[in-house]
């Protein structure tokens, strides 16, 4: 089992920034790649952003490309999404996952957080 547990959503303004991490516990080496997700209201979870272990391979979604950064410290357990340029259409739940394979389908991680709320006001 991995537990997975982010950190740092909240209110900001457009244009802003903000950091989210998400700690890892658990059988972390079973589940090496890790993801950033997020939901709107009434909407699917969409992928953002994903990582492997060695932090050597990564992409995102086009929607985030040039704002986002995901990038991970190994010997904390932790993950994180640096978000510049906020926009109000970046308002959702962000969800941090774990899985074998570093891909953009959600189907293929098995280790989800509880979500952290990012609001981007105009």
């Known amino acids: 089992q991995v537990l997975l547990v982010e950190s740092g959503g909240r209110l900001v303004q457009a244009g802003g920034s903000l950091r989210l991490s998400c700690a890892a516990s658990?059988?972390?080496?079973?589940?090496?790649?890790m993801a950033w997700f997020r939901q709107a209201p009434g909407q699917e979870r969409e992928f953002v952003s994903a990582?492997?272990?060695?932090?050597?391979?990564?992409f995102e979604a086009d929607s985030v490309k040039g704002r986002f950064i995901i990038y991970r410290y190994n010997h904390k357990d932790m993950v994180y999404l640096q978000m510049n340029s906020l926009k109000p259409e970046d308002t959702a739940i962000y969800y941090c996952?774990?899985?074998?394979?570093?891909?953009?389908?959600?189907?293929?991680?098995?280790?989800w957080g509880q979500g952290t709320q990012v609001t981007v006001s105009s």
């Open positions: 990582i492997d272990f060695s932090g050597g391979f990564k």
């Open positions: 996952a774990a899985g074998k394979i570093t891909t953009r389908d959600r189907n293929l991680y098995n280790y």
């Open positions: 658990g059988r972390t080496f079973s589940s090496p790649a």
